[in-house]
């Protein structure tokens, strides 16, 4: 075991109970690479939890999915955003609210951490779509969820977790910060967990690799989209922490996934924050 893996496994083992999976987490996990999986099947599962629904609906409202008629049920969301949209949104939404916490000083950093992840989710679709091929058929989960070591840190080590913000706010990547003050970065915490999750490995890659894709092994474009996609988000303010990057950009990807940095401009001019993040909380 390598010093990391010490310091990883010293910093885990603080974690008095380790979040376990709602039921409709697990069997939506079950269904998410599942072409079988019934239409019907997946939204009797989502109907069971009503906080589920209530924010797959407001997605498939909000304005990135274009205007229209007001959608007010599942199944009206399904024809507007698709299948397998509603069916990552629900998973991502059920692993993701297993860290939401009422306590205020973990709120506001989980409003901003969900909002960075969900904008992540969405752009991710849009440089995949942008790239000209099937990238990979889960783009919004794996953006979605590429952040979830930091709702770890949020959660469970608040109090690095200021130190952290702290020392971003002094002007470095956001990994540097984790560096300093933990040894580790929400990387390898959120890989941590994924795999404890028995989450599939196109999201642990993309957990693990998102700021440095070049060193992905497998799943590269996968990895390639959510690293251009949380470069996008942050560059228009929608980082994890406010302004400010978690890393820098690595041009691995952008030729991992034929495109230009005028590519990547282009998607970055449409995306309007204010537009993305407005309509999810109330
Ligand atoms: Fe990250
Ligand atoms: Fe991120």
Redesign the pocket.
């Known amino acids: 075991m390598d010093a990391r893996e010490k310091t990883l496994r010293v910093i885990v083992q603080k974690i008095p109970k380790l979040p376990t999976l709602t039921s409709v987490a697990e069997k939506l996990l079950g269904m998410v690479d599942d072409d079988r999986s019934s239409v019907d099947s997946v939204v009797h599962m989502i109907e069971q939890d009503p906080a589920i629904v209530a924010k797959v609906l407001s997605f498939a409202n909000a304005a990135f999915y274009g205007a229209g008629q007001p959608i007010l049920n599942l199944n009206d969301a399904v024809m507007k955003i698709g299948f397998k949209n509603i069916r990552s949104i629900a998973l991502g939404i059920s692993l993701m609210t297993i860290f939401a916490d009422n306590k205020e000083r973990y709120a506001e950093a989980y409003r901003k951490i969900f909002c960075h992840s969900f904008a992540v989710g969405v752009i991710a679709n849009q440089i995949a779509d942008r790239a000209g091929h099937e990238v990979l058929h889960e783009e919004f989960i794996v953006g979605l969820l590429?952040?979830i070591?930091?709702l770890v840190i949020n959660k469970y080590f608040n109090e690095d977790y200021v130190r952290i913000m702290d020392e971003f706010q002094k002007g470095c990547f956001?990994?540097d910060a984790e560096e300093t003050v933990l040894g580790v970065?929400?990387?390898d915490i959120?890989l941590w967990l994924a795999d404890k999750w028995n989450l599939p490995a196109v999201i642990q890659d993309a957990?693990y690799y998102?700021?440095h894709p070049r060193d992905a092994v497998r799943n590269k474009k996968a990895v390639a989209v959510v690293h251009l996609a949380?470069v996008v988000a942050e560059r228009r303010a929608l980082g994890?922490l406010g302004a400010g990057p978690?890393?820098p950009l690595d041009y691995a990807a952008l030729d991992m996934l034929g495109m230009t940095e005028q590519d990547l401009a282009q998607i970055e001019a449409q995306i309007d924050p204010e537009a993305l993040v407005s309509e999810l909380f109330d």
Do not use: E, F, M
């Open positions: 590429h952040d070591g930091q956001l990994v970065t929400h990387a959120g957990i998102h700021h949380n994890p978690s890393n």
